[in-house]
């Protein structure tokens, strides 16, 4: 397949990358981050394929989407860590 000389930037590669943030920043958790991940690779998949302009974009999409779901996951970490030690204070 010929790529053209001035290749667009890959559409699903920005959708990835808002979703992820939406996902980051608390908007959207977990969903926005799932959703950057997915369409993050599909989008690396596609840029290969098709010589499109956006691969950085969609490997960031790809890094801040699991960023978002770490910050979740020690989120709620902290919160059942602090549930615990208020029923075992009260409880005293």
Same mark, same amino acid.
């Given at each position: ?10 559409? #699903? ?9 939406? /996902? ?7 969903? =926005?981050?799932?959703? =950057? +991940? ?12 098709? =010589?499109?302009? /956006? /691969? /950085?974009?969609?490997?960031?999409? #790809?890094?801040?989407?699991?960023? =978002?779901? #770490?910050? #979740?996951? +020690? ?5 059942? +860590? ?11």
């Amino acid at each position: 397949m010929e790529h053209p000389a001035n290749p667009r930037t890959n559409r #699903v590669a920005v959708w990835a990358l808002a979703a992820s943030l939406l /996902g980051l920043a608390l908007l959207v958790p977990i969903v =926005g981050s799932v959703i =950057g +991940i997915v369409w993050g690779r599909r989008a690396v998949t596609s840029i290969e394929a098709t =010589g499109e302009r /956006g /691969g /950085g974009v969609a490997q960031a999409a #790809v890094v801040f989407g699991w960023f =978002g779901i #770490v910050e #979740v996951s +020690i989120g709620l970490v902290f919160l059942a +860590i602090i549930l615990v030690s208020a029923v075992t204070s009260s409880s005293s």
